[in-house]
């Protein structure tokens, strides 16, 4: 059973991503937890430290994304990740909707928003590599190739489904994915491209 802390965490996220962080109000939290005002106070006491604690568990759950499938560094380890991505930005979609808002009012969140991204882009830049070394992606054509790649990666993670509800589209995983495989793509070399066959949009 979820203690008072994990509920309030969990109801936040949920209003978040209904409402936004800046529509989201103490007092519609302590109501979705079936607490009073007071009480969230004796647990998170202000709601700084309610966005950090949200926050703090998205990153750990992405750090989690980021790991698994580390000891194999095939393509198809790539596809999962985009799969487990996906899944991950329509259970927060507020994370990817809020950036503006964290970094006016959140800074401490924020800083540690940038500190993950870059090692999301370090993890990318590691499994390209990998790739490369295993003759799925061709050689860089210049020492910024695949630093420009990753950054495009990761620039696309965090922007993709906000670019979809802002021209109405539905988010849908297979567009996401083909969006990601897209960028990858024109790298790929004659083994690549077999191994990419076995991904199914």
């Known amino acids: ?16 991503s209904e409402n936004g962080i800046a529509n989201t109000r103490l007092q519609q939290i302590a ?3 079936q607490i009073s005002v007071g009480n969230l106070a004796y647990h998170y006491a202000n709601k700084e430290e309610i966005v950090q604690g949200v926050y703090n568990q998205i990153l750990g759950e992405l750090s989690g ?25 329509e259970k927060n ?3 990817f909707t809020n950036f503006w808002e964290i970094k006016r009012n959140y800074p401490i969140v924020h800083g540690k928003i ?3 991204n870059k090692k999301i882009q370090s993890k990318l830049k590691k499994r390209i590599n990998e790739n490369v ?18 950054s495009a990666l990761l620039n696309s993670i965090n922007t993709w489904l906000p670019m979809q509800i ?9 567009n996401f994915r083909s969006y990601m495989w897209n960028l990858i793509f024109p ?9 990419f066959e076995v991904v199914q949009f």
């Open 31 to 33: 109501d979705e937890t």
């Open 93 to 95: 979609i507020f994370y």
């Open 187 to 195: 790298y790929l070399t004659q083994q690549g491209l077999k191994e």
């Open 166 to 174: 802002l021209n109405e589209k539905t988010p849908k995983e297979k």
């Open 133 to 150: 070394d295993r003759g799925s992606l061709i050689k860089e054509g210049s020492r910024k190739t695949y630093d420009l790649l990753a």
């Open 114 to 116: 940038m500190a993950f």
């Open 1 to 16: 059973m979820a203690t008072t802390k994990e509920r309030i965490i969990q109801n936040s996220k949920r209003l978040f």
């Open 65 to 89: 994304i980021l790991e698994m499938n580390k000891v194999y560094p095939g393509l198809d380890s790539f596809d999962m990740k985009f799969s487990n991505l996906y899944s991950f930005m």
